[in-house]
């Protein structure tokens, strides 16, 4: 049997055409003019967020048939006044979520398109990913959770501007290194990352980093609580070569030694004469005391935030 053969016995039976019912009533019932396979097919593989929205609204058998509720963004602070998952009511992600959301025992799923924010709660990144149909947020925010190297890119397949705490873990319980989630993101123009105590180091982390020509593309790189063996008189040197980059560094005194300290605050001094143009210069805090003085961003004519 040939491919049109089988085309043609698939479509035989499938040829009536699909019931349907219209959305607001149960007892109005219409039929698109398709073969039950095709609606099929587009009920289980919608193009995008904003054509199963409108399929949803139009017409309540696709949302009965496959549950998926779209949201801007999805927040999680135990701190927060909703005390759990919540969402913002605006056009776009104002990060005021003020409409709370119940995901125990939901009968849907959720398709995240700008925002995912998590604050807290160890494996609320875990659990929650059950609840996801698709996660195309651009921005991310993930704080103190444990996630699986799957998990994580279930998550970030769509992400840009991350920001992450977090400790992602390999298939042998071991810590994800810096320059491997890099690697798995090759779409990002930015990120904001914190260390674990150089955990997430390796002897090779800023020669491979340096290495990466997507790397080279970010607007900005914020690395912080750098740890010691954190190569960065190496990184240091990549700053230089890469002032389209606004860098914006982070180091703690109870970390890092003394003569490590003391290379951080003579690159910072070579900084402050070292001529940007109309790039912003890097960021360079001890302590939170900012070791460069002149990136205020008050600059006129300045390229990069």
């Known amino acids: 049997m040939d491919i049109t053969e089988e085309a043609a016995a698939l479509a035989i039976p499938n040829h009536r055409k699909t019931p349907v019912f219209v959305h607001g009533s149960s007892k109005r019932q219409l039929y698109f003019a398709f073969p039950k396979f095709v609606m099929d097919y587009i009920l289980k593989n919608p193009k995008s967020s904003k054509l199963w ?15 998926i509720v779209v949201i801007l963004c999805l927040h999680f602070d135990n701190n927060f006044i909703n005390n759990g998952f919540s969402t913002c009511s605006s056009q776009h992600c104002n990060y005021v979520p003020d409409r709370r959301i119940k995901l125990t025992n939901a009968p849907f799923k959720l398709w995240i398109t700008e925002l995912l924010d998590i604050f807290d709660g160890g494996i609320i990144a875990t659990s929650l990913i059950p609840r996801i149909y698709k996660c195309d947020a651009e921005k991310m925010d993930l704080f103190n959770q444990l996630l ?7 998550l970030t397949r769509k992400v840009l501007d991350p920001i992450f705490a977090t400790w992602i873990l390999d298939e042998n319980k071991k810590v994800v290194s810096f320059e491997k989630i890099l690697e798995s993101l090759p779409q990002i123009q930015s990120i904001d990352y914190f260390f674990d ?10 020669k ?3 290495e990466m020509e997507h790397v ?3 607007y900005r790189m914020t690395l912080q609580n750098i740890p010691p ?3 960065f008189d190496a990184f240091s040197k990549f700053m230089l070569e890469n002032k389209q980059i606004w860098f914006d560094l982070s180091f703690y005194d109870q970390t890092i030694t003394e003569e490590y300290i003391f290379r951080v605050k003579a690159f910072a001094e070579k900084l402050k004469t070292e001529n940007y143009g109309h790039y912003r210069r890097p960021a360079i805090y001890l302590n939170h005391i900012d070791l460069v003085y002149d990136n205020d961003g008050d600059e006129d004519g300045i390229m990069n935030p």
């Open 53 to 67: 929205k409108k399929l949803i609204e139009s017409c309540k058998w696709f949302f009965d048939k496959n549950p």
């Open 148 to 154: 699986t190297v799957d998990e994580f890119a279930f």
């Open 197 to 206: 105590d150089g955990l997430d180091i390796t002897p090779d982390t800023v």
């Open 208 to 210: 491979k980093i340096v």
């Open 216 to 218: 080279k593309k970010f």
């Open 229 to 231: 063996n954190f190569d």
